[in-house]
């Protein structure tokens, strides 16, 4: 098990130097003139040109640039953004507001979704089922930034049951609604999936027996039905967390949450290379960490599966 | 359908009121103060002589006070200085106010002055108002063409320093109307607290995080970035106007409707511009808070020089005449853009309205005759382009004026979309083929040739499309060179003649600013350079 563990921890940073490497270059190439784009409509001065050009190596070939940004990184300098802030200090802000809106959404998920799809797969065809099948249907089928806009309208400025954008002084229960918003769309899925996995291993013969055998039916359902139903559902979730990390970008841009997505998106607006290359390639470690831990609950929910 | 609704909602109500309820109280503000709270998007910088763009404008706007400041009739007036003077337009003697202190007690002196402008001017620090200081004698020696090497001098030549109150400022080449400029951020002074080494201009890079100015508003606490500045009222603020609320607070806002949504929800006070998917419900939403303000924005639609296919005047002439600009503000932009008939905007001083005359008349007719009098469709290829920026949201009238040109002119037309505005300019710069192009210009200053330089003079700042004619630099120069501002204007009236004849560009439209505020304000007003103007805030009696 351990040697499992290590050996895709070793993947996991040669992986983090090659994303790094790609999204260098693609930044690079769209790169076109980062100083106009902070300058925006405004004309820029020879002289600024120059200096901000040498400054942050804009004219050297690409190897040279990398070269520069990963002699930082390892040095554990993560260089500035081109507006001059720190990209650690950046990130130490951003980060944690956007993992907490992302952990938030994904407990909805797997409270709403999973208990949702386990009911709805237990009385199928009933009212529930139907109507959850209906409802998921029109969250799948809604982009995000329409399900946000209504939901800030409807339940901030309308009802004024929140607050329309981010207000720290709420502590955690600013995120709830954002998170909402966010996690619907997973929700509507993770339903789905353990709907169909429950239907599916209600019919397995292990439940039968498990049946034959007298055990009451809380118990078949709780230890047996449930166990193995969860690992798709598993599956599902693990990859929807970077997907949700990432898929944050619009729902913090709707709520005005100065978390990750932000910064992202500011950083392909202005050509900041070393910007993005570092939240890219934070959003894959995480990414890989959690794949890993999947990985090893599989091993929890079902000892046939081993990392050997 | 419904139920389902329904039932979804009802199951997501309770943690949240839950959540929501131990969290306490929603209200943070103290009992009988009045912090009004201003939406911004994040500023680049909080650097004086580096914030161009207008967030970190706003928030130094509160936290200094220009030496300037302009009337109704956007002339200039002193404002921190006591006088501004000058016998030949080149040497210009600036005298301060007595008894004016920085937040920190620190006295404004004359060299708070100098010593931020040299930094502003100072090469190495890359300040983004950095050509501000071009016309200041001695910027050459202090920023070598070459990012590279070091430059030959550290302090402007052309600054010296009388006593205490008063500096003198030489200029490379007389220019009438200096006054008018010193009206922008990039000139105001600081303390001496805010250099870490003030004989080499560096400025100190935590100085921004909490600015120290001269202005009626003083920092609370830092900047926290991407989310608040807060700023109270500086008691010892020695200006004539003195501020009626207790302090500024500056919500960042990644998007504007989001800023909108939380003027509702009574989250925020002033919504300095108001979205454009907004503005159709914004009248009922807001009733008599719903305000207009004019500003400074035009845009044009400009014709490459390089590109032989519009160097026909007539051709450009009738492509203008086939244009129906009011159909496409009343349409699109629902009244919140007027149409521009000359080649500055109508805030300035010299302005003169419609002086392009019948070119900027839609007359599909004659625009029509004229096309076909001059080669017609083949003369530009059968098919002309529009360059925009698809990032600006201008999609939707450049393919209206598209539609027009399709309809009046008979020809093909499309919209070549850029990604950014930076590539647009790259493309224009490198003279790569890009059809015609918009653009937009904000002036620095209110100063008709604040618009006429830089857009129109040989190698002006932005001109990109290259129209160059000597005829009309020799009228600018002269309009530079002349006595007074107010003698200098015939020329400059002149110089935009010529555009009449050569139409480097076709005027299209000036902005006009809409903009809210909440009930707990009154005498919200913006300034020209859409800035609320944070001394005339009062509290509103309910």
Redesign the interface.
Known sequence: MSQYIIRRLLQAVLTFFGATLIVYALMFSIA???L????????????????????YHLDEPFVVQYGYYMKGLLTGDMGRTI???PIA??LA??WPRTIQLAAIAMAIVIV?GVIGGVFAGLRRGGVFDQ??L??TLVVIGTPVFVLG?VF??VF??EL??????????????TY??PA?VLGLLSLATAMRLTRTSVVENLRADYVRTANAKGLPWRRVVSVHVLRNSLIPVLTFLGTEFGALMSGAMVT?????I?GVG??L??GI?L?DGPLVVTIVSLLILIYLFVNLLVDLLYAVLDPRIRHE | ?K???R??CY???P???V??G??GG?S?AEPGKLIVSIGIG?P??LIPSSA??SNGADVLNALFTDLVDYDDNAQPIPLAAESITTADNRVWTVKLRSGWTFHNGEPVTSDAYINAWNAGAW??????A??FF?KIAGYADL??????SAPKAKKLSGLKRIDDLSFEVTLNEPYNNFKSMLGYTAFFPLPRAAFSDLDNNVID?QFQEAPIGQGPFKMKGVWQ???LIETERFENYAGPVKPKVDGIAF?????Q??QY??L??G?LDVVTQIPLESLGGAAADLGERLKKSPTSTIQILAFPTFDPRFSKPEIRRAISMAIDRDEIINTLFLGSQKSLRSFVSPIVPGYRANTCGEACQFNPQKAKALFEANGGAKAVGSRVEIAYNV?GGHKPWIDATCNQLRANLGIECVGNPQP????L??KARKKEPLGMFR????FDYPAIENYLG?LYSTGG??NYYGYSNPEFDALLAKGFSAPTAEEAIPYYQQAEDILVRDLPVLPLRFAENVYGHSTRVKNVELTLFNRVNLLKLEPATP
């Open positions: 076109d003139d980062p106009q784009a902070l300058a925006g409509e405004r004309p820029l001065s020879a002289s600024q040109r120059a200096q901000l050009t040498a400054q507006t001059g802030r200090d950046v802000e951003a709403f109507t959850s209906a409802l806009t800030q309208t901030a400025v004024g049951w929140f607050r329309p954008s981010f207000a720290p002084e709420l502590g955690i229960a709830i609604l909402i913090e841009g709707i709520f005005n100065p932000g910064r998106f500011q607006r050509e | 359908m139920n389902g609704l039932l979804a199951a997501l109500i943690i949240a009121l959540l929501t131990c969290s929603t943070e994040e680049q910088s161009t763009e090469g190495p620090n890359a300040h983004n950095n050509y071009t920023n070598p063409a070459d990012g590279r890079p970035h991407d989310q919500k960042i806002y990644q998007t409707p989001t949504q939380d509702l929800a989250q990032d950014k505005f930076s590539e300019l790259t653009l937009g210009w904000i830089p700042s932005s």
